[in-house]
């Protein structure tokens, strides 16, 4: 594994680590907090502005993860979770982390997830936001809730309004930015907010891939034998049931907050009190 990391500007580089190249970006001082990008195969712009909140007092270390975002790969590279877990394992290693906090939303918490239950003693805390179920029956459930939501007849006539509407050649950019907003709509609560989270884009071969090696998975027995501080916070009206994630909590011995004003991006519905909770829990300076 090479650690020859090369600056592209201030607080970014990228990092080679198992063959690949991964986009790093760093903001802030003090105690780290590795934050994982859900997806599978989106980046960690979709996080931001909110996440940077938490910088102070810490430095929050993020990265695009392999297969996505600024960290592509070939298409003979493998993009499954174990090869997750391992860039995980080779960037805690690259950047002299021993222990270490990690931050993971949605599929990024599974991840933090699979990599606490692989190197348990490399794991200090655990701060998991709309984690995705540990179990592929709760995935399957998500799915399901998920697509009925797009079925939503409003979301439908905004789609249809949109073909309309002219945008296409008029304003593309226009355009492809409210296709965005309607594509993600069924992940919040006032399905208004959409607009204000930042876009993103999924690969699709990574996302398929990974959940493709995870198969019909089950960690409840692996996460229980752990014993990690733990954080859980979980939305009221997120499409991910709130039922997987108090069996998270359960497993974890984790302290479960839901958010009572937000679905699956509590950092864009409920910022306020996404930043309060875990500004509590992550370590920071004085």
Known sequence: ????????????????????????????????????????????DYLLPQYDALAVGR?????????????PVARDVQVGWREHVADLNGLSAHWQL???TLLGY??????????AVHYPARVARLALVSPAPTTAAGRAEFERRFTERMRAPWIEEQRRALQRSGLRRSNPEAYRRRAFELSVAGYFKDRARARDLTEFRVTA?????????LGEYDLSEQLARLSIPSLVLHGRFDPVPLATAEHTARLLGARLEILEHSGHAPHVEDAPRFVDLLDDFLPKTA
């Open 1 to 44: 594994m090479s650690s020859d990391a090369i600056q592209l500007e201030p607080g970014t580089g990228r990092v080679s680590v198992n063959g690949v190249d991964l986009y790093v970006r760093t903001v802030g001082d003090g105690p780290d907090t590795v934050v994982l990008h859900g997806g599978p195969g989106a980046h960690h």
């Open 98 to 100: 021993t222990s270490t």
């Open 59 to 71: 430095r929050l270390r993020y990265y695009d993860q392999r297969g996505g975002g600024r960290s």
């Open 106 to 115: 949605s599929w990024g918490a599974l991840l933090a997830m699979l990599y």
């Open 205 to 213: 071969r990574t996302q398929q891939a990974v959940w493709e090696s």
